[in-house]
């Protein structure tokens, strides 16, 4: 069982809809990252939490410890979103990640 | 660009042979991390350096796989006698402090196929 478990999968979506993205996660970690990947490999942070929410012009990210949950959330979506979303967490004090296996988001015009 | 890149982007190499990627991370940051990737899977890690120290090494790095990174700026992964297990996408990532408090910069990745 992966310790970082991401949902849905997959998910399309039209031009302007609100997404959200789950991630859950069952160890005690000190940081989470929400990360985006285009095809072609190249990956991009898009936040760094360990607690609250934050919020980069349409992209918010939440998370709450105790219930080891994070979301991200893309308002007015955007064919330019069309990407896989990562989550990864910091476990306690170590320095490596874990990753979940992302989610592949589609949105069409 | 002062972005993290890696090189060669693609490699294609015949079972048995060595294969070696190269890693330039951002300047400034201090730990530089390697990742690999198979499809429709997320990265997994293999070994981070914080300077030119390595200080862990995951349990996938088997004796076959060697990092490297000799004075605290660019680092190598070398594979020695591939298989087509090693198949993969090998990433690289930097940070100028911690997991906790830094954003992570990844290259594009360095894509392996062994046939």
């Known amino acids: 069982k992966n310790e970082v478990e991401q949902s849905p999968q997959n998910l399309t979506a039209q031009e302007g809809e609100f997404i959200t993205i789950n991630c859950s996660y069952s160890?005690?970690?000190?940081?989470l990252h929400w990360l985006q990947q285009h095809p072609g490999g190249g990956i991009v942070s898009l936040f760094m939490?360990?607690?609250g929410k934050k919020k980069h012009g349409r992209l918010i990210a939440t998370i709450n410890i105790q219930e080891k949950h994070s979301s991200l959330h893309i308002t007015a979506s955007h064919p330019r979103d069309s990407a896989v979303y990562i989550c990864?967490?910091?476990?306690?004090?170590?320095?490596?990640?874990?990753f979940g296996k992302g989610t592949k988001l589609t949105v069409n015009p | 660009d002062t972005g993290v890149s890696q090189d060669p982007r693609h490699k294609i190499t015949k079972r048995g042979q060595n294969v070696t990627f190269r890693c330039d991370p951002i300047s400034e940051h201090n730990r530089l991390y390697w990742y690999r990737q198979t499809l429709g899977q997320g990265p997994e890690f293999l070994t981070y350096f914080q300077n030119e120290a390595q200080l862990e090494k995951s349990r996938l790095l088997s004796d076959r796989f060697s990092a490297e990174r000799p004075k605290g700026s660019f680092s190598t992964l070398e594979i020695q006698r591939t298989e087509q297990g090693d198949s993969a996408m090998y990433l690289c990532?930097?940070?100028?402090?911690?997991?906790?408090?830094?954003?992570?910069?990844f290259g594009e990745g360095s894509r392996l196929t062994v046939l």
């Open positions: 939490l360990s607690s």
């Open positions: 990532a930097s940070i100028a402090g911690r997991l906790n408090t830094g954003e992570l910069f």
């Open positions: 990864a967490v910091r476990e306690g004090g170590s320095e490596k990640l874990v």
């Open positions: 160890v005690g970690i000190s940081a």
